[in-house]
């Protein structure tokens, strides 16, 4: 968990060109499915209601605010806050359109993401503390932008059309802290099309570029956005990074890197063999990865490592896990072992309310507690 956080590119589109579209079918498989909170210390899950609607998660800070998006009856799509361990929720509204999202969280509450306007543009937004209002970052030059992270001292990260750029390509920004001063991150990997996903407390900013050969480049700066190290292969499904703790550590792809994204170490499956089969979506200070695998069934499961990557545990596998439920993917995790994750109700669930009760016998699963 970086304060960020929408698991890299999962949602805040203002443009979806078709490299875009390529890069979004990543990580946009769970956003319909229901979202659950897990604490691991506490061992408990619980469902987070939205308002009914489509919901999408966006990111968690480390009191367990919990932030995203969600239609609601009325038919209009809004950001959400909730309050700590993912208990209640609120709309955040919009800039005066009828669609938001937030996209990212510090550990103040400030939360970011985008918003329509009343004229139709998409807008990066910021927050204060806990969420209280809402005002626009700004562009580059354009009508677009979207912002993807913030850190604690309210430095944003995201990206935005520029007076030079045409159709779908977007570049990323950073501000000054408290969102001050957008600006143009220089030197992305050379890429025409460029995206800031994360920021750390540092300064330190994960993002993608794209190059004109259509590949998918992953970087990280130095503190306060300068310089770019360009990163290696991550491998699994999305083969890009997607999020960078405090010691700029990276994860995405089957891979995490040592700090400052340097060196690479394989995540591993939850029992299916190749190296295209898991997707690390988010990870804490410590260094716990969380995300998705196939398992030696070929079912996808959502699952946690130790630190630094070490070892996976499926979370379907833990005892606490209510009857009925199944996690898909885990997509981010705080400092106090709190994690987001998307699952659906089992097969056999639905299979009980067709055959009615008493008519299908159900197998005892095997669930072992975190080790």
Known sequence: MNMKKNGGFKVGIFVLGPVLLA?????THADAEILYFMDLNKRTV????????????GGINNAGQVVGGATTPEGGHYAFLTGPSGQGIRNLGSLGGNFSRALGINDSGEVVGFADTATGARRAFMTGPDGV??????????????????????????YTQTDTQTGSDAHAFITGPGGEGIRDLD???????????AIN?????????????????????????????????FGGRGDVATDINASGQVAGGAGITGPNGMGMTTLGTLGASGTDVTDAEGLNDAGQVVGSSSTSAGATHAFVTGPNGAGMTDLNSLDFL??????????????????????????????????????VVFAARRKRPLA
């Open 133 to 158: 209002g809402m005002r626009d970052l700004g562009t580059l030059g354009r009508d677009q932008s979207v912002a993807e992270g913030i850190n604690n001292t309210g430095q944003v990260v995201g």
């Open 322 to 359: 209510p009857e009925g439920v199944l996690l898909t993917a885990a997509m981010d995790i705080n400092n106090a072992g709190q994690i987001i994750a998307t699952g659906v109700p089992e097969p056999e669930s639905y299979l009980m309310l067709l055959a009615g009760l008493g008519m």
């Open 46 to 57: 619980s469902e987070i209601k939205t308002f009914g609607g489509f919901s999408t998660f």
């Open 23 to 27: 890069v979004l079918s990543i990580a």
């Open 187 to 197: 030197g992305t990997s050379g890429g025409a099309t460029n995206y800031a996903f």
């Open 201 to 233: 407390d540092a300064g330190q900013v994960l993002g993608l570029s794209v190059t004109s050969g259509g590949d998918f480049v992953s970087f990280i700066t130095g503190p306060n956005g300068a310089g770019t190290v360009v990163l290696g292969t």
